[in-house]
């Protein structure tokens, strides 16, 4: 399993759609920023600390195929990389992330 944290407004219009092209910062790059479950706090700690509104989905690696690349991040750690829209029905669950608590630890009681 793999994660991508986004906001609420963009997972709906993603599900409306069929399909999540990317944020903006993926959209800059080329691709769709996924974490590992070992990885994602520290990348909701680093990149969405103040920010309301937010999701977080799982999806199942395997369903993604060719388009899903593990490269070299954060500490020379892979990470995995999305070089094509995630399909939504990709995605085996989505969490709605609570505003009233840090995100990271948010994403860490999601993931139990």
């Known amino acids: 399993m793999i994660y991508k ?3 609420v407004r963009e997972w709906q219009a993603a599900r ?4 999540f092209a990317g944020s903006e ?3 800059a790059e080329g691709f769709v920023h996924f ?3 070992e990885q994602v706090v520290e990348t909701a700690a680093r990149f969405f600390t103040g920010q309301r509104g937010l999701a977080m989905l799982t999806v199942d690696a395997d369903e993604l195929g060719d388009s899903l690349r593990w490269e070299p991040s954060r500490g020379g750690d892979l990470f995995p990389h999305l070089y094509a829209p995630l399909q939504v029905s990709a995605v ?3 969490v709605e992330l609570p505003d009233g608590v ?3 630890q948010a994403v860490a009681e999601v993931l139990g």
């Open 5 to 7: 944290l986004l906001t």
């Open 16 to 19: 409306a759609a069929g399909e």
């Open 25 to 27: 910062v993926d959209l």
């Open 35 to 37: 974490s590992t479950a």
């Open 92 to 94: 085996l669950a989505e």
């Open 102 to 104: 840090p995100v990271d």
